[in-house]
């Protein structure tokens, strides 16, 4: 089965169960709390698991794009990658876990035909406090669907300790199918009081690799050894935080994510992501280009294939970036530059070889996300920049390590020449060797470290995206970013779209595609038309109409992007006391997923605090309601 017949296959299986099917969102977030990139299905949809109506209804299907920051190092494994899609199905206030349960293996065991006595799952222990139980009605569910299917599924011992542990109790993997753990399967959005929560269901697949003692002397779902695979994770939100627990949700949400490369991976037999045809055809790509063999440094193969399959989709979405060194331009420059650098490291010496990979790419993935079609001439502009650029820098380590050469290498300089000048440890090993030195590397590790800890740190508190929450004052000024948006293309042109946004309930960020500075007497003119329209009390109002007719009513919005069939175009103006067609004196019409203020009155002053560059060819905009 190929992925793409599988992606189709999963969005048949549930459009048949009556969901919609709606598109991928973009990987550069919008609207909600999510950090730098979407990074699962469920961030898109937070805004209608949390009580807003979706266009498409209350059953919902798709695979979304994601991308996770956290798994750079992770890389070369075999199962991890930086970019990967989630399929996802959800429930908002419908169905609840008797049908998910029961669906989710069907399509397994059924569609899929995998084999259920590989199949375990996970279920919630209950929490320390005793406020939230064990989650005994998915035993019960799933006890009856093995049974179903002809597998032993007893309960085996839970953990309520470290889950990366296990219950330190043998496991008889013959009967024992379902397991119960504290810490794995409780899933929350956040502390604040609103947020939901709920405990979730993981499924296991078994790889029959032999386990490694280095992790323990006991084998478990949830060890790190690798021979059991999670390949999907049935989320149940229904619990909602209050100022003192949790209490249980009338309507109840199911949030399901299933990962794409790895069900492929387990459906084709194989014991590695890079060995589906999600990947074989770049690999083969990057073997034509080095001279070597997947086979002969695997991690080198993964890390490249992996880092520019993400790059291309980072900067290939339709509201892409491309490399620079702040906020998702940072990381599309530590992507490239990392594939350069094992590039390298595997003999390929061809000047502007990156593009080649990523058209692979763009072939691979043209039928399911035209996207990178459609923008193939802005990455391979890219690519070819960042390539040219790092050259340079590479040229300039090497001048800085001939001038450590007299002695030994400590951690500190081995460090320094892969933070400054992009040297991976290996090269720096390779180079030091050749010049009769040593390399301390345990102290380059140890520096590595301690880097990693201060950027997890850093980026938990950076690279916001969308809005911070939804209370009152951040609505208002996710109302006056619309605002804004008009305001621009009023006063620079059409040519003006938004490339990003960051909303708390103290300020408001927007970045917005426009070549050049802007002049203080354009900044006036955008705030003087911002506070004329809430000088008037402009209504606000939403209504759910085709994405065709939304365009012919010259509603705002990144239309090379997939909307599902029905959106939510909000307008502000003034109504007459009809439906949209009876409004005049329109001043913003856009696509969105809200929430937004219902009239304009008491907004406020708009005061622009700043205008400044964001990356190439994007400006950012800094500005308060006072």
Known sequence: MTANELRQKYLDFFKARGHAIIPSASLLPENDSTLLFTNSGMFPLVPYLLGEKHPAGIRLVDSQKSFRTEDIEEVGDS????????????????????????????????????????????????????????????????????????????????????GALGSGQELDFSKQRIFAYRDKNWWQRGDAVGELGGPDSETFYDTGKEHDLAYGPHCHPNCDCGRFLEIGNSVFMQYQKTANAWQELKNKNVDF???????????????????????????????????????????????IADHLKAATFIVGDDRGVPPSNTDQGYIVRRLLRRAIRYGRQIGISQDRWLKAVAQIFIEDYAAAYPELKNNQEFIFNEFDKEEEKFERTLEKGMIEFKKLAAHDLDGVAAFNLYQSYG????ITEEL???????????????????????SR????????????????????????????????????????????????????????SHPEKMTPEQIAAVEELVNGAIGQGLDVAFEEIPLSEAKETGATGVFDSKYGDVVKVYTVGHDNGGRHASWDNIFSREICGGPHVSSLKGLGSFKIQKEEASSAGVRRIKAVLV
């Open 423 to 426: 040297f991976p440890l290996e």
């Open 257 to 303: 994510g299933g990962g794409l490369e790895r069900i492929l991976m387990v459906l084709s037999g194989q014991d590695s992501i890079f060995k589906t045809d999600l990947f074989t055809q770049a690999i083969a790509r990057i073997e034509e280009l080095s001279g070597k063999k997947y086979a002969d440094d695997k991690r080198a193969f993964e890390v």
């Open 432 to 454: 030091a060797n050749e010049h009769g030195l040593k390399v301390d590397r345990q102290g380059f590790m140890d520096e590595l470290k301690k880097h990693q800890e201060l």
């Open 457 to 512: 740190t850093a980026s938990a508190g950076k690279f916001k995206g969308g809005l911070a929450d939804h209370s009152e004052e951040t609505t208002k000024l996710h109302t006056a970013a619309h605002l804004l948006l008009a305001a621009l293309r009023q006063v620079l042109g059409d040519h003006v779209s938004q490339k990003g946004s960051n909303i708390t309930a103290e300020r408001l960020r927007f970045d917005f």
């Open 79 to 162: 199962r991890h990658n930086t970019f990967f899609e989630m399929l996802g199905n959800w429930s908002l206030g419908d169905y609840f876990k008797k049908e998910q349960l029961a669906w989710w293996l069907e399509f397994l065991f059924v569609d899929l035909k995998l084999n259920p006595a590989r199949i375990y799952q996970t279920v919630y222990a209950g929490s320390e406090d005793g406020q939230i139980a064990k989650d005994e009605e998915s035993i019960t569910i799933l006890q009856e669907l093995f049974t179903k299917y002809g597998v032993s599924a007893e309960e085996g011992p839970a953990t309520t300790g470290k």
